[in-house]
């Protein structure tokens, strides 16, 4: 972890010589990033709009009193750029360290840094598009349903809580971690397959979840009794001394079939309705 | 209702403009499972609150938005399907059709908004030669509010305040045995959102752990949040294995 | 040389929408063709450490991808990747021809107009492209493989 003694020495050690970044102005860089970075989300630009606000609080230390460098600063970072907004926070905080470097130093030019913002967005957003979405969302969201459909309120803001936890931390540590050890250490992460690693055990838990999730959240059973000879079958108990929960496992199997076959969600959801409702008619299903 | 239809097209319209990234993930994203205690609170029925968001974030709940691309949009679905149907005090399996419609309608206006808001970046450029700073802040914040109130407040608002009436009375003509009918579909629709999941998360070495979960609620009926702990602690397991080839921690 | 598509995606790697193209089309192998990029240590280590699991990622000048294709005789199922389309017309100027190109994705710059939402050209690179027309090379626009193509010549015309 990134403490603010750290940083403040990273910022001390930089060569005299040149104005540097307080830490408040990385603060109000992250800020504007994890709050802003889409709010101008456009085709064009994607997050340029968005970069380019988060460097402000940079550009506004660094040249205070000149147009021009304000100017190039901003034209710099209003170009394409589009990345995961978590993890690519960590290119916020290099670029901002670059930034800091440029204004004693002009031979980091242009190319230098729109090669770096080129280069990491595609790695961060390809890592951050799996772990947010695929992977954290889904095992807070499958915990949040799973008690809000037991009628717990906790659900909901579980789920809301724990995001926003994640999003703060991960995209604060990403950004001070880039602003200290610069693109070095993005490639010494990618190179000691932690990455790989924190997916994979991720992935064991979300797919754990998903399974806990397939028994418990898909309601459907069936009601059909029969009295054959005297005896009263109840189609349910023989199923469940088989195997409990057959039927929500043999609808998420077959529903997973179709996904994979490319069938449209419309008409999957219409086949479910046929289904429920004429299962339910003929007291098969409920 | 008027105050209702206000707040949660209000609550649609900064999800597509100044809604904060750290609680995008959350609030867009799992719009129906937030829609659904929200309008719980307002309508004084969280149970039936709860249940229905929950149903319905299940349905959408394999949903990513892949480089900037809405498949359909969840927060429009949310916000404004969930709480059409719950006013009109639908079966979650009617919310979901409501909410795909939504969805669907919704993920032409978010094309919309993107492609109109680049106007505002011509705006910045100009800032940008000036070197006035506090430009990019009207041009990234406040421009895009304007866009999406149109796009946004406006079709939400309309569609929860004369919409809902509408369904109400739709509701009233259905048969009883269709609204049986129903609650089974209801029960049915998860399984749509867990297969979009699997999708996702596929990998035939995981399979075990697939069955570990399915059989720790099937047969030992544990609930979700003891599930998820032991899972954690798996996770780490292999997590700690995987990093030093031995666990050394 | 079993080459499954030609691809112009600035995103290159990284990202879902590679993903979706990958595991469509079975691929194992990926060869970005850029010049620069070879030379730029920084890139290149940043690309093969992304490399996703499984798949063989290789990022060469013309002249060395030139010469594999020369030498290449495995049938291993192989994505051509690009980030600019002067590579692509360097290739075909040493009568190497694609037969298709996949544009899918290039972003903004001052020098670029748009085409399409997400394919922005500069007039140097339409010339680029009208010239890799005129020597046989189907052009076309797709950006998933379940979206429909779009023959870049309509989109020229304006």
């Known amino acids: ?286 | 209702m008027f105050l209702h239809a206000l707040v949660m097209a209000v609550i649609v319209w900064i999800n597509n403009c100044i809604c904060p990234m750290w609680l995008k993930w959350s609030v867009y994203l799992g719009s129906p499972l937030i829609a659904g205690a929200i309008n719980g609170l307002i309508l004084g029925d969280l149970q039936y609150g709860l249940v229905f968001g929950a149903t319905i974030m299940m349905v959408f709940m394999g949903i990513s938005v892949v480089g900037g691309a809405v498949p359909s949009d969840v927060n429009l679905a949310g916000y404004v399907g969930v709480t059409v149907s719950m006013i009109a005090k639908v079966d979650p399996s009617i919310g979901v059709t409501v909410s795909a419609t939504l969805g669907a309608l919704g993920a032409i206006a978010n094309p919309l908004l993107m492609t109109l808001n680049s106007m505002w970046v011509h705006r910045a450029d100009k800032y940008a030669e000036e070197g006035n700073t506090n430009g990019i802040f009207y041009m990234n914040v406040l421009a895009p509010m304007g866009i999406a109130f149109v796009l946004y407040f406006i079709p939400s608002f309309i569609i929860i305040y004369f919409g809902a009436p509408i369904l109400d009375a739709a509701m009233a003509v259905i048969p009883a045995w269709l609204l049986t009918g129903f609650v089974t579909v209801g029960k049915l629709l998860p399984a749509l959102g867990l297969a979009l999941l699997m999708q996702l998360l596929f990998k035939k070495a995981m399979l075990p752990f697939f069955m570990f979960g399915f059989v720790m609620s099937a047969y030992l009926n544990l609930g979700i949040v003891p599930i998820a702990i032991i899972g954690a602690g798996i996770a780490v397991l292999h997590y700690m294995y995987s990093q030093k080839g031995g666990a050394q921690a | ?158």
């Open chain 1, 1 to 286: 972890m990134t403490t603010t003694k750290e940083v403040n020495a990273a910022t001390e050690t930089k060569d005299s010589g040149g104005v540097r970044l307080r830490k408040e102005d990385l603060t109000k860089s992250w800020l504007r990033w994890v709050t802003f970075g889409q709010a101008g989300y456009n085709y064009e630009r994607m997050q340029g709009l968005g970069f380019c606000h988060s460097m402000k609080p940079i550009i506004e230390r660094l040249y205070p009193n000149d147009k021009q460098g304000r100017s190039s600063a901003m034209k710099r970072h209003l170009t394409y750029y589009n990345t995961e907004n978590n993890w690519g926070a960590a290119i916020a905080g290099i670029v901002a360290s670059m930034e800091e470097d440029r204004a004693s130093d002009p031979s980091i030019n242009d190319e230098a840094i729109n090669g770096v913002k080129m280069a990491l967005m595609g790695p961060l957003a390809g890592i951050g598009d799996t772990v947010t979405q695929s992977l954290v969302k889904t095992i807070l969201l499958g915990i949040g349903c799973s008690l809000a459909m037991g009628g717990n309120i906790l659900g909901p803001i579980l789920f809301l809580v724990g995001m926003s936890v994640y999003t703060l931390l991960l995209s604060h540590q990403a950004y001070f971690i880039g602003y200290k050890s610069g693109k070095a250490s993005v490639t010494n992460i990618l190179r000691s397959g932690t990455i790989k690693n924190v997916t994979e055990a991720l992935g064991i838990l979300g797919i754990l979840v998903l399974g806990a999730m397939v028994a418990s959240n898909i309601g459907v059973g069936t009601p059909f009794s029969t009295v054959v000879g005297g005896m009263e079958i109840n189609l349910q108990s023989i199923l469940d001394s088989i195997l409990p929960k057959m039927i929500p496992l043999a609808a998420f199997l077959v529903t997973y079939r179709f996904v994979v076959k490319g069938v449209k969600l419309t008409v999957i959801i219409a086949a479910m309705f046929i289904v429920g409702i004429v299962g339910s008619l003929i007291g098969l299903l409920g």
């Open chain 3, 1 to 158: 040389m079993n080459i499954m598509l030609s691809r112009i995606d600035e995103r290159l790697i990284h990202g879902q929408v590679m993903t979706r193209w990958i595991s469509g089309l079975f691929v194992t192998r990926i060869i970005l063709i850029d010049d620069q990029i070879a030379k730029d240590e920084f890139m290149y280590e940043v690309l093969m450490l992304s490399a996703p699991v499984g798949i063989t990622v290789l990022v060469l000048s013309v002249d060395d991808a030139l010469k594999l294709f020369r030498e290449d005789s495995s049938d291993e199922k192989t994505l051509l990747l690009f980030k600019d389309v002067r590579y692509v017309k360097a290739l075909l100027d040493k009568d190497f021809n694609v037969g298709r190109l996949n544009i899918g994705n290039i972003g903004s710059s001052p020098i670029r107009k748009g085409i399409t939402r997400e394919v922005f050209m500069s007039d140097e690179e339409i010339e680029i492209v009208k010239a890799l027309c005129s020597g046989g090379i189907y052009v076309y626009i797709q950006k998933l493989p379940t979206d429909k193509e779009v023959d870049i010549r309509t989109r020229l015309q304006k």
